[in-house]
């Protein structure tokens, strides 16, 4: 919504600001310099309260609607953007109320009560929107249903309700999205880090390769209980949300293959298993700082980043992994050492080390051994006998009593 700024009020505006920034550090203010509110940054009490501090105390004529009860959220929860503009000042869109009215989330259940009829709009007729033309159940609401589901139609209908008279009227209509309501940005106005006893600010998106994906994209399901497990649902459904776009065939068939291959994994299996201890998509790219692998740099990272991904699970493993010309090489930054996914099945499609399938089985080994580049030529003996070094090499150094006394003599591990 946008009121116009009268040139009267502009002036009083501009006049206003001078004022007070003349109080407040009149060194700031040459004699006869303009000065006009900022219409740019980010739209925090600290930037408001030079001039409503008092925001709590007044009253809105007209709506059932107080800052006072509002005051524990940052004004950007209703006040999306910059509301000071050249062209005239912003106040919220009732959109926007729906930032928290009605979003059922978290241990809290329901944030704020989505019930619009019980103080304000008492009547249906009353909160019934302008879209809703005569005869809207034949046909209007089709169109708008498809497109809109999330962006407005979830704010006041649920999915029960839409069903109900559909399975009435034998209209089967599945939805390729969920019946939720995206709030957008304004899952920010609690997590942008402005409430203290949040888990933190939620940062990095902007600059991930995700800046275009929504919230509700990741996060699809709020309605957890188990806040208290070491491995929360909502958690395990972020991880895992991300095949939705994944593995679709919008991505390269390159992709979309590698990708694939995590259906077939141990870690697949033991998530289908309900072992939440095992890896999700998320456990091992993380969830907010997820970069684009576009750059010979960031394909370098992700190559060197095994330690970071596999170590919270795989401590031992990660440690073990230290002979001389892999573990240590790879640790310590060779591009030419393998990483930890060139042995174990690539960097998706992980088994167990039994499985003969598996390409760091005794029967494929020496052929993963052999692999261009690394030592060509090599057969099953040749893994067999250097495959002990690999994770082992330090336990059989530690365990020959010859070794260890010239170690000691000489210093070396
Ligand atoms: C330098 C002083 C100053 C600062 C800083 C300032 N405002 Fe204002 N604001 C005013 C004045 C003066 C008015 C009244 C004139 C008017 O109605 O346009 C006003 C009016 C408003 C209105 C009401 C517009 C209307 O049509 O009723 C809103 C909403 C508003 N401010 C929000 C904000 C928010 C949010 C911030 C912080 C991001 C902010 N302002 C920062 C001076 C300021
Ligand atoms: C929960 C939503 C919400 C939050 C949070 C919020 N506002 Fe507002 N604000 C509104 C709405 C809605 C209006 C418009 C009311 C109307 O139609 O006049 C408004 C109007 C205003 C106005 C003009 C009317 C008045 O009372 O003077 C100012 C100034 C303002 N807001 C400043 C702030 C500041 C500063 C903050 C942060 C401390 C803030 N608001 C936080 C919803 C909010
Ligand atoms: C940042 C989150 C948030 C946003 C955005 C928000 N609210 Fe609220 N609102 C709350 C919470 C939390 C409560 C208190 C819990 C409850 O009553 O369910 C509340 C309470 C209320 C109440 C009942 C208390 C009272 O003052 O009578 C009304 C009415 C209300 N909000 C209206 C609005 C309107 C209108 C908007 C949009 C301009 C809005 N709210 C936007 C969080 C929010
Ligand atoms: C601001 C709240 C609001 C939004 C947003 C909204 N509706 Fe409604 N809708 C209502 C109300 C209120 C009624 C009347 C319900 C009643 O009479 O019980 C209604 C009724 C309906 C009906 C029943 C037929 C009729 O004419 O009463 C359909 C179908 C419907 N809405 C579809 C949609 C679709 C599709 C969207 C999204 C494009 C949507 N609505 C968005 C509030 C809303
Ligand atoms: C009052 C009954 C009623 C309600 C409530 C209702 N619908 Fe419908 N809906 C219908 C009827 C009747 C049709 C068939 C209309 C036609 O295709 O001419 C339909 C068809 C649809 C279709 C097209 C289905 C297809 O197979 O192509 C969509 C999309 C749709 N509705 C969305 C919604 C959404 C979203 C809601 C809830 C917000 C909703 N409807 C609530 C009666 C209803
Ligand atoms: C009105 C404030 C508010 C809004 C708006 C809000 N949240 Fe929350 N959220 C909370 C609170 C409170 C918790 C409880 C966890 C805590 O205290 O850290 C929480 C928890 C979460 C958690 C679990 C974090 C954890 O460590 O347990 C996720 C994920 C989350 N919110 C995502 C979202 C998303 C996505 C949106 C927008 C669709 C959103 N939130 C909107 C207040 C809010
Ligand atoms: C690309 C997917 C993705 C997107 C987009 C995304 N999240 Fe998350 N988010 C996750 C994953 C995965 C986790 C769990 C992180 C983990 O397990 O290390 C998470 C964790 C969280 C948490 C818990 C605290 C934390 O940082 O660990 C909150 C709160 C949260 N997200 C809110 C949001 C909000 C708000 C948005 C939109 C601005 C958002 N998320 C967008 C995937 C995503
Ligand atoms: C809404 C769709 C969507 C969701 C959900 C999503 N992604 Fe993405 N992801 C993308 C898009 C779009 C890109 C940009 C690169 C591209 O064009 O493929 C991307 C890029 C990536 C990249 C970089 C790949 C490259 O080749 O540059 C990785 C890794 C990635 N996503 C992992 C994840 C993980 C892990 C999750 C879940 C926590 C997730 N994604 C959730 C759409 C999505
Ligand atoms: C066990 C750790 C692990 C898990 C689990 C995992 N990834 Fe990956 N992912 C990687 C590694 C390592 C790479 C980099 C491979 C390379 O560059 O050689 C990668 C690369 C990617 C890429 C870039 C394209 C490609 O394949 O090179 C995308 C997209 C991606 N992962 C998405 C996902 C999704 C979606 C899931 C869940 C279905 C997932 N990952 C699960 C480790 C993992
Ligand atoms: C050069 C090939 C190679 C590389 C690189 C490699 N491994 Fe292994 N890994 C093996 C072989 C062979 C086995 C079979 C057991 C053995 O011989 O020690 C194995 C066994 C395992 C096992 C199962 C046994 C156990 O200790 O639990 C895990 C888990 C494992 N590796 C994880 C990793 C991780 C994590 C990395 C990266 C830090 C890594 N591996 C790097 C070849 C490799
Ligand atoms: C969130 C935890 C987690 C992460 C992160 C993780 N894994 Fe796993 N991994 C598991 C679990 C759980 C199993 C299944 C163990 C079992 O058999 O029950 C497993 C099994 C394996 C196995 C088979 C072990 C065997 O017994 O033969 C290998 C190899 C492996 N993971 C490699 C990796 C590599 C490489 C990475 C990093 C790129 C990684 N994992 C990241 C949890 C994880």
């Known amino acids: 919504m946008q009121r116009p700024t009268g040139i009267g009020t502009r002036l009083a505006l501009i006049v206003l600001g001078a004022v007070f920034l003349a109080l407040a550090s009149p ?16 739209v925090v009490s600290l930037s408001c309260n ?21 005051i524990l959220y940052e004004c950007s929860g209703c006040h999306t953007k910059f509301p000071h ?28 009560s989505g019930d619009c009829g019980v103080k304000c709009h008492l009547t249906t007729a009353k909160r019934r929107p302008k879209s809703h033309v005569p005869d809207w159940k034949n046909k209007p609401h089709v169109q708008p249903g498809v497109k809109e589901l999330q962006t407005t139609c979830m704010r006041c209908h649920d999915r029960a309700w839409c069903d109900d008279c559909h399975l009435k009227d ?55 209980t188990d806040a208290k497990d070491a491995t929360p649902l909502w958690r395990v459904n972020a991880g895992q949300a991300c095949q939705a776009c994944h593995l679709t065939k919008k991505q390269t068939p390159a992709k979309l293959a590698s990708v694939k291959a995590f259906e077939g994994s141990i870690h697949a299996k033991r998530l289908a298993e309900k072992n939440y201890k095992s ?11 997820i970069e684009r692998l576009s750059t010979p740099a960031a ?32 640790k310590a930054g060779a591009l030419d050492a393998p990483a930890c996914w060139e042995c174990h099945d690539g960097a998706h499609g ?41 994770h082992r090499g330090v336990k059989i150094k530690t365990d020959n009593p010859l070794r260890k006394l010239l170690g000691a003599v000489l210093g070396f591990q």
Request: hydrophobic residues 30%.
């Open 279 to 289: 890896a999700t998509c998320a456990s091992c790219h993380g969830g907010h700082n």
């Open 27 to 42: 060194a700031l203010i040459a004699f006869g310099q303009e000065t006009t509110i900022k219409t740019v940054g980010p």
């Open 170 to 224: 034998r209209i089967y209509w599945i939805p390729q999205q969920p019946y939720v309501y995206d709030p957008g940005y304004g899952c920010m106005a609690c997590h942008g880090g402005y409430l203290p006893r949040l888990s933190g600010p939620v940062s990095g998106i902007d600059a991930s390769a995700h800046r275009d994906t929504r919230c509700i994209d990741c996060h699809p399901d709020f309605k957890y």
């Open 299 to 330: 394909k370098r990272r992700i190559r060197l980043a095994g330690v970071q991904m596999c170590s919270d699970c795989h401590a031992g493993a990660v440690a073990s992994y230290n002979d001389y010309w892999h573990g240590a090489a790879y």
């Open 350 to 390: 992980t088994l167990p080390v039994k499985d003969p399938k598996s390409t760091a089985s005794p029967e494929r080994l020496g052929k993963t051994c052999g692999a261009s580049g690394c030592h060509e030529g090599s057969d099953p003996d040749f893994a067999a006998n250097g495959s002990s070094l690999i």
């Open 85 to 112: 503009q050249p062209e005239g000042t912003t106040i919220p869109n009732m959109k926007d109320c729906w930032n928290c009215h009605g979003l059922r989330h978290g241990p809290q259940g329901v944030l704020a």
């Open 50 to 70: 030079p001039c409503h501090a008092s925001i709590a105390d007044n009253k809105i004529p007209g709506i059932k609607f107080s800052h006072a009860s509002h």
